[in-house]
T-cell receptor
Framework: GAVVSQHPSRVICKSGTSVKIECRSL??????MFWYRQFPKQSLMLMAT?????????EQGVEKDKFLINHASLTLSTLTVTSAHPEDSSFYICSANRGQEDQPQHFGDGTRLSIL | AQTVTQSQPEMSVQEAETVTLSCTYDTSESDYYLFWYKQPPSRQMILVIR??????QNATENRFSVNFQKAAKSFSLKISDSQLGDAAMYFC?????????FGAGTRLTVKP
């Protein structure tokens, strides 16, 4: 079964709205989670690494104030797209690993965000 | 920075035949991990197979196997006895510590 749950799976909202996406590790504690963005027919682009109890590490070119990440517990990380605009429309995927380097990342099912 | 290259944007295979997807990567590390993920139309990322760089033996998972050439930094995926359900995007990934990088992907079509 799924070990990482991502919610919601689909969001459609008006421009200017802030949208929160949740990523939960279901049966393990994840001190680190990852947020990716995927454009149609393209690969996953790492946006940021979410660290429990500390600030997220953002990849170059990703706006910190636009994409707010909170990792307040060992099983939950949230990504908030603030004041979303049509260009923010995309597929967002989170992932987590069980803490051991040799373990693959477990992915959520993704969130399709559409800004009208 | 580590980069992962998949030089085949699209591949096609006849059902029951064998297909090989290519992947090369660039790294100065000696210990790392390599993965192949499958992404069907549902967009869910599904782990297909993984390889530890310190292991010389190629990983195998049922119909899926890899050809890992560490010196050449090559990590190809072979799918044997292809099935219609194998049709998907396939991503090669490199992982060192918590840093995972993906290739651009190869779209595999399986013809009945």
């Amino acid at each position: 079964g799924a070990v990482v749950s991502q919610h919601p799976s689909r969001v459609i909202c008006k421009s200017g709205t802030s949208v929160k996406i949740e990523c939960r590790s279901l049966d393990f504690q994840a001190t680190t989670m990852f947020w990716y963005r995927q454009f149609p027919k393209q690969s996953l682009m790492l946006m940021a690494t979410s660290n429990e109890g500390s600030k997220a590490t953002y990849e170059q070119g990703v706006e910190k104030d636009k994409f707010l990440i909170n990792h307040a517990s060992l099983t939950l990380s949230t990504l908030t797209v603030t004041s979303a605009h049509p260009e923010d429309s995309s597929f967002y995927i989170c992932s987590a690993n069980r803490g051991q380097e040799d373990q693959p990342q477990h992915f959520g099912d993704g969130t399709r965000l559409s800004i009208l | 920075a580590q980069t992962v290259t998949q030089s085949q944007p699209e591949m096609s295979v006849q059902e029951a035949e064998t297909v090989t997807l290519s992947c090369t990567y660039d790294t100065s590390e000696s210990d790392y991990y390599l993965f192949w993920y499958k992404q069907p139309p549902s967009r869910q990322m599904i782990l297909v197979i993984r390889q530890e760089a310190y292991k010389q033996q190629n990983a195998t998972e049922n119909r899926f196997s890899v050809n890992f050439q560490k010196a050449a930094k090559s990590f190809s995926l072979k799918i044997s006895d292809s099935q219609l359900g194998d049709a998907a995007m396939y991503f090669c990934a490199y992982k060192k510590n918590n840093d995972m990088r993906f290739g651009a992907g190869t779209r595999l079509t399986v013809k009945p």
